[in-house]
């Protein structure tokens, strides 16, 4: 993959880690010469390039964003225009639609979600993906107890999509959404591509 000027500089990137897998998101942004802070008060959204909300329990994450003060302050981050990068849960989160969740998320994406949809950790399962906008060859996917993303409306856009069709990532402007772990593999190229998606480091936050 050829990535831009923008992308193969140094960002401060914060990783959500109220619950799940931060640690491998914080690992692979070290790995690629980022700074990556693991953020557990709103107050340490201040400063940063941009934004993962990892995998995880969604309920967990979804309850303990609203009982630290989470929710307003991600949904400002998200409309500053800063790359904000749900994977799996983080997804789930996103939407501004989904099946059985009993408490709301951060709903700033214009997606309908259906959690689980894979089945059970048993039904974990891994594949090749064309995505939009990465170069290189397919993208090694796993997924773990992955939701579907069962409807996108406009601004929002389907940027992969599984065999039988089935949407497994999208993007809206500087939000992107992906329902499996890339986290979980060696493949960088979905990191640096979410670098480059949203405003400029220094721009108004």
Not at 9 to 31: I, K, S, Y
Not at 181 to 201: K, Q, S, V
Request: with cysteine; hydrophobic share 40%; net charge neutral.
């Amino acid at each position: 993959m050829t990535v831009s000027p923008r992308s193969s500089a140094p960002r401060t990137v914060g990783v959500l880690a109220l619950q799940g897998d931060f640690r491998e998101h914080r690992e692979m942004l070290e790995g690629m010469g980022h700074r990556a802070i693991e953020v557990r008060k709103p107050a340490q959204l201040e400063g940063l390039d941009a934004l993962i909300i990892p995998g995880g329990e969604s309920t967990t994450i979804a309850r303990l964003i609203l009982s630290n003060g989470f929710q307003e302050p991600l949904r400002a981050f998200c409309a500053s225009g800063r790359p904000t990068w749900g994977t799996c849960a983080g997804a789930i989160l996103l939407a501004k639609e989904v099946d059985r969740l009993d408490r709301p998320g951060i709903e700033t994406m214009h997606i309908r979600v259906r959690r689980n949809a894979f089945g059970r950790q048993v039904d974990s399962f891994e594949e090749d993906l064309a995505i939009e906008g990465l170069e290189g060859g397919p993208f090694r996917a796993v997924f773990i107890r992955a939701p579907v993303i069962e409807r996108v409306d406009p601004p929002a856009r389907a940027i992969a999509r599984l065999a039988d069709g089935t949407v497994v990532a999208a993007r809206q402007g500087n939000l992107l959404a992906t329902s499996f772990h890339p986290e979980l593999t060696h493949d960088t190229r979905l990191h640096a591509y979410f670098l480059t998606i949203g405003a400029p480091p220094g721009a108004a936050k």
